[in-house]
């Protein structure tokens, strides 16, 4: 069974039917619908995959590819500001660490304040990473087990440091997005309108994109010249298959 498109579409074309989801929506979902709804296996269960690149590798619009085939995507970096603003115990250890200046007056984290700590002292960024990540995978475990009461085949984690904070260890597969530097750098000016030294300092202080991809399940080259659509229906097919559905 093949994707129903009338032409499969490079990075840049994808990227603006996402943005417009009405007509990809329907289309990609007309062609999973069966699929997706066909009953499990007795043996097989709902995976967790994580999916993660490097700065402007492009990972967002991936998932929303997935999205748009049905995956439910947890946002990693979204929900950890969430934890971070809601969670007492998350707040009372921020506070330990940090001072009562961690959070404003009227509850909210000051984020300011905290990077200027942090990133100037390794030493309490790794036990700020240390409360927050292990939070973060709990908080992503119970949304998984929510989601699974409606059957999706598979969920999906994004996050920027996935295998940096080893959550990725917890996960039953791994998908990495990747694009040249040169392309990412353009893409990251583009959508932050900073300088390129700013950006390759960001890159240069993340994991090297090559170790992250020798540790894929999955890769996805996401380069303007590759095909994206198809790529992710690859993966899609392959996790699908992994559960004899």
Known sequence: ??????????????????????????????????????????????????ITGGIGSGKTTVCRIFEALGIPVYDADYWARWVIANDPEVRAAIVALLGPEAYLPD??????FVAGIVFNTPEKL???????HPAVERHSRA?????VRNGPPYTLKEAALLVES?????????????APEEIRVRRVQARDHVSAEAVHARIRNQMPEAEKAALADHLII????????????????????????
């Open 1 to 50: 069974m093949g994707i129903r498109l009338s032409r499969f579409l490079t990075w840049s074309e994808s990227r603006k039917l996402i943005e417009y989801p009405k007509t990809t929506i329907k289309t990609l979902k007309t062609c999973v619908v069966t699929q997706n709804s066909k009953p499990k296996t007795q043996n097989s269960k709902t995976l967790r995959v994580g």
């Open 107 to 112: 509850g909210t984290y000051h984020r300011a």
């Open 126 to 132: 790794a036990a700020l990473n240390a409360v927050v």
């Open 143 to 147: 949304w998984h087990d929510q989601q």
């Open 166 to 178: 080893g959550s990725h260890l917890f996960l039953d597969a791994l998908i990495v997005v990747t």
């Open 222 to 245: 996401n380069d303007g010249q590759h095909l994206l659509i198809p790529q992710v229906w690859a993966v899609h097919q392959k996790l699908l298959a992994s559960q004899d559905f």
